[in-house]
């Protein structure tokens, strides 16, 4: 029996392809062509107006945030159930991070938290979209229309997703996005900034390449203070590669969580990645929150998939129970319930692009065993 990894990218002879071109030609006068491809492709795929490839999602977030002005006095709410890079930029610039809770069924922003902690010095709204699942970016765009806060999509785990049309990481000023080995869509390590503002883009264009404007003609001068955040060729050449077979890659990420649904949704205590009314989920990564009331816990799971020589992967714990922010968020368990209740009864499946019938009938089971020696 082989072990089932938790997630694994799909590479074919097209990314080969154009990775060994890049290799072969992408220098000199070329050594931005598949860069400047792929964020086209991107961008069209998206909807969108403007596209920055970047070195990771975090870099993407940081310089648009720094273009916001975002700084020291600074507030910026989150969900408190994140990642620690949507948080780090935030600190990073000087300013402070606010994490709220998130809804029972999506596990992403809860809008009536968000606007209970909005105050004179809130900069920002990062809405997370968890593991492929939405944010409510209605509630979320119109409480930034009421108070005349950004709202900033961190798409990284939500390509493929969408609402009314609308793909994720479109919708607030400007989205950022994840091409790290585990995502949908990988450059190995990667990101981008996305927007329809033209103001902003020409800001995070600048900041991303040491301040230097595109529109200087003095050699080797910058005009501001700015990041080293750029993608490099033969990156941009295997992005190229994927976005093309970008409806394949989602694809698959949607029939492999409707085959787990299949397995394990008509249990009544197991809830998996909701698709709500004129919503897609991209299904980045199919997660598994079962009832408080089977009393099977986080710990219980890994053991279990552990001895299935299964590799499953905890839910995200709380930022607010992390060291550096425990004396930020003192009580936050006593407010934050949702953030801090789910990961102790939650687990990532695993979900790769290869992976056969086989393969997710033996994950399920293991769920499937265990809830039914708890009823």
């Known amino acids: 029996m082989t072990r089932i990894f938790y997630t694994k990218p799909s590479i074919t002879d097209l990314e080969k392809k154009y990775a060994a071109d890049a290799v072969d030609t992408g220098w000199g006068a ?9 964020e086209a492709l991107f961008a069209d795929y998206l909807g969108v107006k403007y596209a920055i490839a970047t070195s990771s999602c975090t870099g993407a977030l940081q310089m648009g945030l720094a273009a916001l002005g975002v700084g020291k006095g600074d507030e910026v709410i989150l969900a408190d159930t994140n990642w620690i890079a949507t948080a780090a930029p935030i600190l990073h610039l000087g300013a402070k991070p606010i994490f709220v809770d998130i809804l029972p069924d999506t596990w992403c922003l809860d809008p009536a938290q968000v606007e209970a902690r909005i105050t004179p010095r809130t900069k920002a709204i990062v809405a997370t979209h968890i593991y492929g699942n939405l944010c409510d ?4 765009l119109s409480i930034s229309e009421r108070y005349k806060i950004a709202v900033i999509e961190d798409a990284a785990e939500a390509i493929g997703s969408s609402n009314r049309d609308r793909k994720a990481g479109s919708m607030g000023l400007f989205g950022t996005f994840s091409f790290h080995g585990t995502k949908t ?35 080797f001068w910058p005009d501001v203070i700015g990041f080293k955040f750029k993608m490099s060729n033969v990156q941009a050449a295997i992005g190229c590669g994927q976005i093309e077979r970008i409806e394949e890659l989602v694809g698959r990420k949607r029939e492999i969580l409707s085959l787990y649904k299949d397995k394990l949704g008509t249990l009544s205590d197991v809830f998996l990645n909701p698709e709500h009314a004129e919503t897609i989920n991209g299904a980045w990564m199919p997660t598994v929150v079962l009832s408080e009331r ?3 816990t986080t710990k219980n799971l890994q053991e279990a998939f552990q001895e299935a ?5 905890v839910f995200f714990h709380p930022l607010s129970s992390l060291p550096m922010f425990e004396k ?5 368990n006593l407010y934050n319930l949702n953030a801090w209740s789910i990961p102790q009864r939650a687990i990532n499946l695993p979900s790769y692009h290869d992976m056969s019938s086989d393969d997710i009938d033996r994950v399920s089971n293991v769920v499937l065993d265990l809830v039914s020696r708890r009823r």
């Open 30 to 38: 070329k050594c931005y062509d598949y860069i400047n491809r792929f």
């Open 185 to 219: 869509v990988t450059t190995g390590e990667g990101g981008m900034f996305v927007t329809n503002d033209a103001e902003l883009f020409e800001k995070v264009l600048t900041l991303s390449n040491h301040g230097r404007a595109r529109g200087q003609t003095r050699q």
């Open 137 to 140: 970016m209605d509630a979320l």
């Open 294 to 296: 089977l009393g099977i």
């Open 309 to 313: 020589d299964v590799d499953a992967r």
């Open 328 to 332: 930020h968020c003192e009580n936050a």
